[in-house]
């Protein structure tokens, strides 16, 4: 008779793999696996679970980008990217709105009238002016982490 079995390793169980909760059913006379045979052929267990351990250390760390479909892989790396795209149109649009006489730099006035007089707003913007000279240049403003 052919030996045709399913095997199911509980891949979660441990790392090593626990052959005590693995499954083995007999296709040929077991159709709807029912019957777990594991414990009546512990070498069969033993035999497949080297195999899939195998297996699984053959995996990739990471799976492959090119079989992976364009519309997950941006899916995927989109919330790696996506924050710090977004911060600096929004600084860049912050910069024109509070910048009201588009001279491209904004004074502590200017800084202080576009945040609706916050807290702190004096030490806020000389941490940001990097070179101290009492204006904030868009590049000092968009940027505030600096080079
Ligand atoms: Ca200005
Ligand atoms: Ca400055």
């Known amino acids: 008779m052919t030996r045709i079995f399913t095997f199911l390793l509980p891949w979660f169980a441990s790392a090593a793999g626990d052959a005590k909760r693995s499954e083995l059913h007999r296709i040929p006379a077991d159709r709807a696996e029912s019957a777990d045979v ?22 990739p760390p990471k799976p492959d980008p090119a079989c992976i479909s364009a519309a997950d892989r941006a899916q995927i790396s989109a919330p790696k990217t996506q924050p710090a795209k977004k ?38 913007f000389k941490n940001v002016d990097k070179n101290r000279d009492g204006k904030l240049t868009r590049e000092e403003f968009v940027n505030p982490g600096g080079k």
């Open 87 to 124: 911060a600096t149109p929004d600084r860049a649009k912050a910069f024109e709105r509070m910048d009201t006489n588009k001279d491209g730099v904004l004074t502590l006035d200017e800084y202080k009238i576009g945040f609706k007089n916050q807290p702190n707003l004096e030490t806020r």
């Open 38 to 59: 594991a414990k009546d052929h512990p070498e069969i267990v033993a035999q497949l679970t080297m195999l899939a351990l195998d297996w699984k250390a053959a995996l």
